[in-house]
Structures are given as structure tokens and as C-alpha cells.
């Protein structure tokens, strides 16, 4: 899976940028078994016409979605997501990995 965050609203161009990164990462990293990458762009604002078009004949699974930040995350959802610290220690532990 290959997810990108765009801190702007989407543009054509992400579209393909994103199908890079993908054909990146099948060509270099996927191993035979593995199930199709795919491929999640982030974006602070989208235009479903414009990521209908940029998206239309691109023949791998992706898929473009407006992100909202939250200063306080509601209580009933603390428990169930990781700190910023345990996302940092998980990143760089992959990083590592690398």
C-alpha cells in the first residue's frame, strides 16, 4: 500500500505521481505472491470531477480522499489509535527495517 498526504487540494498531477510511486513499488519491492498495491492519496480538499478524470483510465487500484485534522480527537476514539509517539517509534522502526 502506498499512501501519500497531500497538505493542499488535489490537482490532476497527484494522480499520476501516485501511479509512479506504484509502479515503483511493483516493480522493485512486490514480491510474486502478493495481493496488487494500492495506492490512497490524501488531500485537504478534493473535486470529484477532477479525481473522477484524473483517475478514469488509470488501470491500479487507487483512490483519492479528503482528509479533516482534529485538535481533539473524541474520547471514545483515544483508546483505539496509537500516539503520535508510538506512530514515530512504528515509522522509525520500519524505516530501519529498510
Not at 30 to 53: M, R, S, V
Not at 73 to 83: Q, W
Amino acid at each position: 500500500m502506498v499512501i501519500e498526504l497531500k497538505n493542499t487540494k488535489f490537482i490532476p498531477e497527484y494522480a499520476g505521481k501516485l501511479n509512479f510511486y506504484l509502479s515503483a513499488v511493483h516493480g522493485i519491492i512486490k514480491q510474486a505472491d502478493d495481493n496488487p498495491t494500492i495506492g490512497i492519496l490524501l488531500c485537504c480538499e478534493k473535486n470529484n470531477i477532477a479525481a473522477e478524470f484524473a483517475l478514469r483510465n488509470i488501470n491500479k487500484p487507487m483512490g483519492v480522499r479528503e482528509f479533516q485534522l482534529l485538535e481533539n480527537i473524541p474520547d471514545n476514539l483515544k483508546s483505539s489509535l496509537p500516539t503520535i509517539e508510538e506512530l514515530e517509534q512504528d515509522l522509525n522502526k520500519k524505516l530501519n527495517d529498510i
